[in-house]
């Protein structure tokens, strides 16, 4: 509360820091997962692998550079259309996680077939933030 003895500039720096607080995450909290599990897939719906590659562990990023994830996810012939978390388990180190994924695909005689799959994902926690590690 703020009284007329006040100064408006302390005021206005503690709103400041309240907002900047209410805005992050803790990136090693499974509650991040959530959030991070579905945004990977909105980058790769929009066709900006480069950006879901940041979220992928440091170990397979060793394995596989930037520029060569991009072309092979966003030279897929599915089309995704829209992500939506459904749940996890996890432990300290580990989230298996799900996540309902709609596509379309062109099928044969030029169709069109759209379906809705659940996606089982491992994220690991790694340095403190969880990161995507594709199957093999």
């Known amino acids: 509360m703020i009284t007329k003895t006040s100064k408006p500039g ?21 509650d991040s997962i959530d959030t991070r599990s579905v945004e990977r897939w ?3 719906i929009a066709r900006q692998a ?3 590659y940041d979220f992928l ?5 060793q394995t596989v550079n930037r520029e060569s ?15 939506k978390f459904a749940g996890k388990t996890c432990d300290a180190e580990h989230c298996k ?3 309902d994924v709609t ?8 169709a069109v077939g759209e379906s809705t799959s659940t996606q089982s994902e491992n ?5 403190g933030e969880w990161f995507f590690l594709p199957s093999a």
């Open 10 to 30: 302390v005021a206005i720096v503690l709103a400041g820091a309240l907002l900047a607080l209410a805005g992050c995450t803790d990136k090693s909290s499974p």
């Open 57 to 61: 562990t440091p170990g397979y990023r």
């Open 123 to 127: 994220w690991l926690l790694v340095d």
């Open 103 to 110: 596509y379309s695909i062109k099928l044969p005689g030029g």
């Open 50 to 52: 480069d950006k879901a």
């Open 69 to 83: 994830y991009t072309t092979s996810m966003n030279g897929r012939p599915v089309q995704w259309k829209s992500a």
């Open 97 to 99: 996680v799900s996540v």
């Open 42 to 44: 909105n980058y790769l």
